[in-house]
């Protein structure tokens, strides 16, 4: 199946510096990929969706100018967590849509193996 | 609105049982329904999906689901529990968008 890598599998940062996830796409093209915030209770929080070549669309109560979303290639969309705080602490997991031989994405997903970042 | 509940914060189930793991859904129209599974220090997998068609879905490991649609559930199924089936299981439905149940953790016992 359809391989999806991210990029630091964990990372710990100062509370007030940014962090850079990386989510790549190894063998298929993702016009549109997700991002999610799990909690330690198993919760799984969209926080926005990314379309390639345009703007994120971020869900109700995610700040945009915090968690910054870039997909500028079919392959590759990052979030950064700007200044980022002890709250901001989680595990962060990127998926891709996959349209399959249909080119109709119909909501399943390939997902990363998640960030764990710490913030201290 | 849509919404995804999985009713079941934990489930336990002796090796070579029978288990179950629920799901119902509340969506407007002809509902998509994913099951997915998280490994411990993996990422998520997709397990099966519901569009159309034959009511019993068959996907990955021997996991099966039924579409109930009386009921709104999709719940999950295996005839015979693996202790490696344990795991956090995630139902979803598509409506407008992906949402997400809260997760069921599995716990199979030797």
């Known amino acids: 199946g359809a391989v999806v890598s991210q990029h630091p599998s964990r990372v710990i940062c100062k509370s007030g510096t940014s962090v850079k996830i990386e989510c790549r796409s190894l063998d298929f093209q993702a016009t549109t990929m997700f991002w999610y915030r799990q ?11 990314s379309n390639e070549g345009s703007k994120a669309t971020y869900e109700q109560g995610v ?7 870039n997909h500028a290639s079919l392959t590759l969309s990052t979030l950064t967590v700007t200044s980022a705080h002890p709250e901001d602490s989680s595990f962060y997991i990127c998926s891709a849509a996959d349209s399959g031989t249909s080119g109709v994405y119909e909501g399943e997903q390939y997902f990363g193996p998640g960030t764990r970042l710490t913030v201290t | 609105a849509q919404s995804v509940a999985q009713p079941e914060d934990q489930v336990n189930v002796a090796e070579g049982n029978p288990l179950t793991v629920k799901c119902t859904y509340s969506v407007s129209g002809n509902p998509y329904l994913f099951w997915y599974v998280q490994y411990p220090n993996r990422g998520l997998q997709f397990l099966l999906k519901y569009i159309t068609g034959d009511n019993l879905v068959k996907g990955s490991y021997g996991f099966e ?3 109930n649609k009386s009921q709104t559930s999709f719940h999950l199924k295996k005839p015979s529990a693996l202790v490696s089936d344990s795991a956090l299981y995630f139902c979803a439905v598509r409506g407008e968008k992906l949402i997400w149940g809260a997760g069921t953790k599995l716990i199979i016992k030797p």
């Open chain 1, 39 to 49: 909690f330690p209770k198993q919760s799984l929080m969209l926080m926005a969706t």
């Open chain 1, 63 to 69: 700040e945009k100018d915090k968690f910054l979303i």
């Open chain 2, 65 to 67: 689901a039924e579409f």
